[in-house]
């Protein structure tokens, strides 16, 4: 167990995982648009605005997916000192911002012909923009301090505490009224949408899956290589 949490093996697991993530996310994305935009079916009450879903969910899922990785990193990098795992965190953190941001922005598109409106508060809206601002505070602190490892730690803080927020984004639309609807695919018993719209659901939620892999894999290896070279700057060698 010991070579997998070493920092060397590590970093030579992300070179070799960064270009097959590189490659499922162009192939996932590139079927899964083919028949979300052009071979599946058009909703009976939606029509053609339901192909949003196919953009939209997959940045919701993601949003609150990389702030549980980040999560998870922060207490190993808190309560086990690991290295990398504050690295990990800090290289994850400004792509679920982006894509909380794309998630809100296209909901938006979205709700304005199902809805009449842009925005509205309700409880998923709302608590999907606390975790955009929960990302946007985790990345100014993280660079609010000339020492880097004493921010990392302080907003690792920050992430464990905001991760409160995860299960009331995901329950919401059960614990108050809200205009989105139920869960159709993660739920107890089977998903409730159309098999033709499912599949194509899933390969979009896959391929961006893969697609945050490879750029999350290119950020921790520059960020480990910045760290080297910081730490070399003030004579600590810990990273090797």
Not at 23 to 41: K, Q, R
Not at 83 to 94: D, E, G, K, Q, T
Not at 100 to 115: D, F, H, K, N, Y
């Given at each position: 167990m010991k070579q997998f949490t070493n920092p060397k093996t590590i970093v030579k697991?992300?070179?070799?995982?960064?270009?097959?993530?590189?490659?499922?996310?162009?192939?996932?994305?590139?079927?899964?648009?083919?028949?979300?935009?052009?071979?599946?079916?058009?909703?009976?009450?939606?029509?053609?605005?339901?192909?949003?879903?196919?953009?939209?969910?997959?940045?919701?899922?993601?949003?609150?997916?990389?702030?549980?990785?980040?999560?998870?990193?922060?207490?190993?990098?808190?309560?086990?000192?690991?290295?990398?795992?504050?690295?990990?965190?800090?290289?994850?953190?400004?792509?679920?911002?982006?894509?909380?941001?794309?998630?809100?922005?296209?909901?938006?598109?979205?709700?304005?012909?199902?809805?009449?409106?842009?925005?509205?508060?309700?409880?998923?809206?709302?608590?999907?923009?606390v975790l955009f601002f929960i990302y946007l505070g985790y990345l100014s602190l993280v660079r609010a301090f000339d020492n880097p490892l004493k921010g990392e730690k302080l907003a690792a803080i920050l992430v464990l505490v905001g991760s409160v927020n995860l299960p009331i984004i995901k329950f919401s639309v059960d614990w108050w009224h809200s205009l989105h609807q139920p869960a159709s695919v993660m739920r107890l018993g089977k998903p409730t949408i159309a098999l033709p719209m499912l599949i194509p659901l899933l390969l979009m939620v896959v391929g961006y899956m893969s697609f945050f892999v490879y750029l999350w894999l290119m950020n921790f290896r520059a960020a480990v290589m910045e760290r080297k070279n910081y730490l070399k700057e003030i004579n600590r060698p810990q990273m090797e």
């Open positions: 697991w992300a070179e070799l995982l960064q270009p097959v993530a590189g490659l499922m996310a162009a192939i996932l994305i590139m079927v899964g648009l083919y028949y979300a935009l052009i071979n599946s079916p058009a909703d009976y009450q939606q029509g053609q605005a339901v192909r949003i879903m196919y953009i939209h969910v997959p940045f919701a899922w993601l949003a609150t997916m990389v702030y549980g990785i980040m999560a998870v990193v922060s207490a190993v990098g808190l309560i086990w000192q690991h290295p990398l795992a504050h690295l990990a965190c800090r290289s994850a953190a400004p792509l679920g911002a982006v894509f909380t941001a794309l998630c809100l922005v296209t909901g938006s598109i979205w709700g304005q012909p199902m809805w009449g409106t842009w925005w509205v508060w309700d409880a998923r809206l709302t608590s999907v923009l």
